[in-house]
């Protein structure tokens, strides 16, 4: 005998968290949707299964291309030596505040 066995599991938006949150990587458009994602376990192309997922992704209403977005990473700041107050970039040679190098 012989068996075929076709089955996957798949990731699909599961509820919309805030629309109109990034453009969309694939066709540039602006009407995205930040959406809560769930795992499916399909077995010969029927979803069998489903558990919630533990991140979140971006959903275009266009194109319906689902995408992680990229991880947020904050401003780079320097704090100066002498006044020990913030500055913000990495553009300044001296500190904005007291004028010491940095």
């Known amino acids: 005998m012989f068996f075929f066995f076709v089955g996957g599991l798949e990731e699909r938006a599961a509820r919309t968290i ?23 376990l399909k077995l010969f192309f029927i979803p069998v299964w489903n558990w919630p997922g533990n991140n979140t992704a971006v959903r275009c209403r266009d194109c319906s ?3 992680h977005p990229p991880p947020f990473s904050p401003p780079p700041f320097l704090r ?17 505040f007291c004028g010491s190098p940095i």
């Open 80 to 96: 100066c030596n002498s006044c020990n107050r913030m500055v913000d970039g990495p553009d300044y040679i001296f500190c904005p």
């Open 18 to 40: 805030k629309t109109d949150f990034t453009r969309c990587i694939r066709c540039g458009s602006s009407s995205t949707d930040l959406v809560e994602t769930e795992k499916v």
């Open 65 to 67: 291309f689902l995408f």
